[in-house]
């Protein structure tokens, strides 16, 4: 144990365990004293005692964050950089918050492990007047909290400046639920506000002629496209125009949204597939045309449902071209069910070999099994099976 040898001394010490630490990645004492007023050996002292206490402080967050909040080792650390908990008070009473409204230890470990600093918050005050407020909105506590653990900020911006003037921004044109999609798919924009980029962009739109319900629909399901930067939103409005599309037609929509960030890489991607299957440059830019959106898919999806509609079925490329929403329908749904039965029925010679590709994708499912499944049972009773998937091909 440190003798403290004069009353100098002591009066050093007494302040350093009395003194605050700094928040967030500088860990300085507050209020320490000037060196000059001290000996070289009380300096020394202070600093030795100093290290000891922020070394001790800082081995009880990283212990708190593994133990209580469920985050790595290497976590732990990285969080312990951003908040220094003096006690577990503050942090328990969070944590107790988050728990009793639903947030699972999972949801809990990722918003700690992503904003550290909300352990350091008042739930009261800071915390219970957002979730309030987002629980308002038409969406469930489950998909508010898989969101929150998305996107942990959300918990940390103002309400009155941030969050709820854009609220009531997307209020002035989204219905409730609506909006409520919005939160669920692309939060960012109660971070970033509607300000500095979606109301100019929403503005460019109007000019260029797109009516009130399509911005509505793009504000809705591509809110990211309205979100970046003007001068980059204005170049994308010139290609789509450029690409033949009507900014007064729903399609200019969805090919603004297939343009964009990552989709436009998705999008490049599956040109050079289809490519491989014999596709021109002007086949895919008209089925892009016809269905922007039918052309963000993986490229393992693409291949597989380019194969059962060319090699298994015996649809020229060209003929796909014509369809292309065939490409966008879910394999296991939808496209393999309907080949099947039309497989059946051309094998028995029961309908035309030259049935088009628009036959079989573009009737609902009712109107589907009344043409090509419900007609034809009493010659293969087996059909419907086949739709269902509970009958092979070859056993029919």
């Not at 004293?33 to 990283?62: A, D, G, Y």
């Not at 289809?274 to 089925?287: N, Q």
């Not at 490409?327 to 029925?345: M, W, Y």
Request: with cysteine; net charge positive.
């Amino acid at each position: 144990m440190i003798q403290l040898r004069n009353l100098k001394t002591f009066r050093l010490v007494h302040s350093i365990f009395s003194c605050t630490f700094a928040s967030k990645t500088n860990r300085v004492l507050v209020g320490d004293p000037k060196p000059s007023h001290f000996s070289l050996q009380s300096q020394l002292l202070c600093r030795h005692i100093s290290s000891e206490i922020s070394e001790h402080q800082h081995n009880f967050t990283v212990t708190y964050l593994i133990n209580t909040c469920g985050l790595s080792p290497e976590g732990a650390i990285l969080a312990s950089k951003w908040v220094e908990l003096q006690s577990s008070e503050r942090a328990d009473s969070v944590l107790e918050f988050l728990r009793n409204y639903g947030a699972s230890q999972t949801q809990i470990s990722k918003l700690i492990r992503s904003r550290p600093t909300l352990l350091s918050t008042n739930p009261e005050k800071t915390l219970l007047p957002k979730l309030e407020f987002f629980s308002s909105l038409e969406i469930s506590n489950v998909d508010l909290l898989k969101t929150l653990a998305f996107n942990p900020h959300l918990l940390l911006v103002s309400l009155r400046n941030r969050i709820l003037p854009t609220y009531n921004f997307l209020r002035s044109m989204l219905s409730e639920k609506n909006v409520g999609v919005v939160f669920k798919h692309n939060s960012g924009i109660f971070l970033q506000g509607h300000c500095k980029h979606v109301v100019p962009n929403i503005g460019l739109l109007r000019e260029s002629g797109m009516p009130q319900p399509c911005i509505s629909f793009l504000l809705t399901r591509g809110t990211r496209v309205l979100m970046v930067n003007p001068e980059k939103f204005g170049q994308l409005v010139s290609e789509v125009k450029e690409m033949g599309f009507n900014l007064e037609k729903s399609t200019s929509v969805n090919a603004l949204r297939a343009l964009c960030g990552q989709n436009k890489l998705v999008l490049n991607r599956s040109r050079e597939v289809l490519k491989t299957w014999g596709w021109s440059e002007d086949d895919f830019l008209s089925a892009f045309r016809k269905n922007p959106w039918c052309m963000i898919i993986s490229e393992k999806k693409l291949m597989q449902a380019m194969d059962l509609l060319v090699n298994k079925m015996g649809w020229s490329s060209g003929m796909i071209a014509k369809y292309p929403v065939a490409l966008g329908l879910s394999l296991e749904r939808r496209l393999i069910p309907r080949c099947s039965v039309v497989k059946v029925l051309l094998l028995k010679g029961l309908i035309n070999e030259n049935l088009n590709l628009g036959s079989l994708v573009k009737p609902a499912e009712k109107q589907f099994l009344e043409i090509f499944v419900n007609r034809y049972l009493g010659e293969v009773p087996e059909l419907l099976s086949v739709y269902q998937g509970k009958v092979d091909i070859q056993d029919v």
